[in-house]
């Protein structure tokens, strides 16, 4: 198997509800994101965010799922990406992988990381991936 990579731009639009908890320490809350993805990676994901938000600036962390459907350098399919982030006093840590066996069609065997960075507005992904389709399945009798 070899690594590809497909490197890119997406827009994101945020759909934010209220926080469901704000006790002392921290304020907890849940958001929705529609990214549409361009470059090798071409199509659309739906995200649901988890956050938790310290009383100190600059500290946060933040769980989220993403299904993606689209299209991946001319392979068509879905696959869900599990995001992990921290950050602490405005240092950011964050691991976006594909979650185990969650490739569809032709995206069946899909794994692989994906960084974003944001930089004057715009976002871009850098998404390291492989892709081992799996063994056909036998069937008896035939």
Same mark, same amino acid.
């Given at each position: 198997?070899?690594? %590809?990579?497909?490197?890119?731009?997406?827009? =994101?639009? *945020?759909? !934010?509800?209220?926080? &469901?908890?704000?006790?002392?320490?921290?304020?907890?809350? %849940?958001? *929705?994101?529609?990214? *549409?993805?361009?470059?090798?990676?071409?199509?659309?994901?739906?995200?649901?965010?988890?956050?938790? +938000?310290?009383?100190?600036?600059?500290?946060?962390?933040?769980? !989220?799922?993403? #299904? +993606?459907?689209?299209?991946?350098?001319?392979?068509? /399919?879905?696959?869900?990406? %599990?995001?992990?982030?921290?950050?602490?006093?405005?240092? %950011?840590?964050?691991?976006?992988?594909?979650?185990?066996?969650?490739?569809?069609?032709?995206? #069946?065997?899909?794994?692989?990381?994906?960084? =974003?960075? =944001?930089?004057?507005?715009?976002? &871009?992904?850098?998404?390291?991936? +492989?892709?081992?389709?799996?063994?056909?399945? !036998?069937?008896? /009798? /035939?």
């Amino acid at each position: 198997m070899t690594t %590809q990579v497909a490197k890119g731009t997406f827009e =994101i639009e *945020r759909h !934010a509800e209220p926080p &469901y908890d704000t006790a002392p320490g921290a304020t907890l809350g %849940q958001t *929705r994101f529609e990214k *549409r993805f361009k470059g090798p990676l071409k199509g659309t994901s739906s995200v649901h965010m988890l956050s938790a +938000v310290s009383t100190t600036p600059g500290s946060a962390g933040y769980v !989220a799922l993403e #299904r +993606v459907s689209g299209v991946l350098d001319g392979l068509a /399919g879905s696959f869900v990406l %599990q995001h992990s982030g921290t950050m602490a006093a405005g240092k %950011q840590a964050l691991s976006v992988t594909v979650v185990p066996d969650t490739g569809t069609g032709e995206l #069946r065997g899909l794994a692989g990381n994906m960084t =974003i960075e =944001i930089a004057d507005g715009n976002h &871009y992904y850098n998404f390291e991936y +492989v892709l081992d389709p799996p063994a056909a399945v !036998a069937t008896e /009798g /035939g």
